[in-house]
């Protein structure tokens, strides 16, 4: 059993990582919770949710952490039962904000209102873990400058091929981001909600801040959505067009050169009478015609403006 216990002034916050049989059985014998919701507890929850029982909230969020072995973000769930005096948080594996904020408790640095409530308790607490989405952003943000820099800045072939790659990659990042984000939008209504049922009124300013802290970091998210496909489409962009480029130049060498091949075929027809064939400087009349017929390829392209 991996289980600590914190007081705050007059409340008490409950830590579980990774719960067991053990930690279930001190909630059942401590606490009158639900024993469907117990049984949530020792499983993965795929769906946030909120839920008021009569003496208590259950709530089940998650957030998103980076992994670079993977480059993308995964998905880090935290469970909260809450009750007028206790704080119960269960999670499942190391969460670095949790710990941070676990440390800024130990050490009394924290705000004075801070801990007169369960709601004020999970206000600062849920604002951590905010803050460190917000921070998990930073990274996106940063390649995100580092692609729109090769982007305008390159003409290596090879390195376009790699700004598609690494395109592709923080795409994906964005996406799991904002798969683990949007659900919790209608949860932090239904919290300030129910919460405000469950704690009165004066606690509400509490819930709406958490949704306010919650859509900063959505607005992140979704500023770098936009900035990343437009990136996209200003590199599908800028490839087209040097493939358009690379497309008309090979065309009008091959225009340029079928006078020649032309010519070439023409004379070297095994036919028993053939033009100038036998005349004295017969090839570099032959010659001649074959570099007429390009110049005079190369300046109607001229005109045309192909070139």
Not at 6 to 32: A, G, H, M
Not at 127 to 153: A, V, Y
Not at 291 to 304: A, N, V
Request: hydrophobic share 40%; net charge negative.
């Amino acid at each position: 059993m991996f289980m600590e216990t914190i007081k705050i002034k007059n409340l008490t916050w409950v830590d579980i990582v990774d719960p067991k049989k053990e930690d279930i059985e001190y909630l059942k014998q401590n606490f009158d919770f639900h024993p469907i919701v117990l049984g949530e507890l020792t499983i993965h929850t795929l769906r946030p949710k909120v839920e008021n029982y009569d003496h208590y909230l259950y709530m089940v969020l998650h957030f998103p952490i980076y992994h670079p072995e993977e480059k993308t973000s995964k998905s880090m769930e935290i469970d909260f039962l809450i009750t007028p005096t206790t704080l119960i948080t269960v999670r499942y594996g190391k969460i670095q904000p949790l710990q941070e904020f676990w440390k800024k408790c130990e050490a009394k640095d924290i705000d004075p209102h801070f801990g007169e409530t369960t709601a004020s308790l999970l206000y600062y607490m849920i604002g951590e873990l905010n803050n460190f989405s917000s921070r998990q952003l930073d990274h996106i943000t940063r390649k995100i400058d580092d692609i729109e820099k090769e982007i305008f800045g390159t003409k290596n072939i090879k390195k376009e091929e790699k700004i598609v790659e690494e395109i592709s990659i923080v795409r994906r990042d964005i996406l799991d981001f904002r798969r683990i984000l949007k659900p919790q939008n209608t949860i932090f209504e239904s919290l300030k909600t129910r919460g405000t049922e469950f704690f009165g009124k004066s606690e509400e300013p509490y819930f709406v801040d958490i949704i306010g802290d919650h859509m900063r970091v959505w607005n992140l998210l979704e500023n770098n959505k936009e900035t990343i496909e437009s990136l996209q489409e200003a590199n599908d962009s800028l490839l087209s067009n040097r493939t358009n480029r690379i497309m008309k130049i090979i065309t009008l060498f091959a225009v340029i050169v079928f006078p020649l091949t032309l010519v070439a075929a023409i004379f070297g027809m095994n036919t028993k009478y053939l033009p100038i064939i036998g005349m004295e400087n017969d090839f570099w009349i032959i010659l001649g015609i074959m570099f007429i017929g390009t110049i005079s390829m190369l300046i109607l392209f001229k005109i045309k403006k192909w070139l």
